[in-house]
């Protein structure tokens, strides 16, 4: 089954303690993003990756970090929280050929910092 | 003025209606066009893909994409309760698989 996992799935933390949520696929994707989802606003991207130690930013990038070590993982890193970056958040994994596209997303990891 | 405008709604509509869902968008380089589903506390599910102008279906729903007006719809014919949920569309101008931009999604309700 096609799948997209996150971890955590909830995290209440405070301000300044450094995070990590992982995201894993198993579609042996290429493209792997992070989106961070808040009311009003949509689907914002963070961060993308088109490979193994290849990424870009996204829309709103400031405050996080990415990494991608291998095809399956792509890891989103707060060094340092702040309230602002309350939000819900996803990672996606995409494939493309041709006119051919599919993309899952993961559940969604609700993150609370104060 | 954002990239990608979405009504927000709430859009509530019978049983068995034809829905339209649009967005308006300002960038001319968007040329890969996509409408997510999205049901409450999940993630968003990839519904249609569709590059550059034109129609696409896929059973009850058509995307339709108007470049010359920056204009793309998502029809829903024969709604039901099941298609409840919020829809977002999406686009980018080089790949799919590179910088994507969302709009805000609308909240659709199907009355049984």
């Known amino acids: 089954e096609a799948q997209v996992t996150q971890n955590p799935r909830y995290l209440i933390t405070v301000t300044g303690k450094k995070l990590t949520v992982t995201c894993s696929q198993n579609m042996n994707h290429e493209y792997m993003s992070w989106y961070r989802q808040d009311p009003g606003l949509g689907l914002r991207q963070i961060y993308y990756s088109m490979n193994v130690e290849v990424t870009d930013k996204g829309d709103v990038p400031e405050g996080y970090k990415v990494s991608r070590k291998e095809k399956r993982n792509f890891p989103l890193i707060l060094e340092s929280p702040s309230p602002n970056q309350t939000s819900l958040y996803f990672c996606?994994?995409?494939?493309?050929?041709?006119?051919?596209?599919?993309?899952?997303f993961g559940p969604g990891t609700r993150l609370t910092v104060t | 003025q954002k990239e990608v405008e979405q009504d927000p709604g709430p859009l509530s509509v019978p049983e068995g209606a034809i829905v339209s869902l649009n967005c308006t968008y300002s960038?001319?380089?968007?040329?890969?066009f996509m409408w997510y589903r999205q049901y409450s506390r999940k993630g968003p599910e990839l519904l249609m893909y569709t590059y550059s102008s034109g129609n696409k279906e896929d059973g009850r729903f058509t995307a339709q994409v108007d470049k010359s007006s920056k204009y793309i719809s998502l029809f829903i014919r024969d709604s039901q309760p099941s298609d409840s949920a919020t829809y977002l569309c999406?686009?980018?101008?080089?790949?799919?698989?590179?910088?994507?931009?969302f709009g805000s999604g609308t909240r659709l309700s199907i009355r049984p």
């Open positions: 960038n001319s380089a968007f040329q890969y």
């Open positions: 996606a994994s995409s494939f493309e050929a041709g006119s051919s596209y599919e993309q899952y």
């Open positions: 999406a686009m980018t101008p080089y790949s799919s698989a590179s910088k994507i931009i």
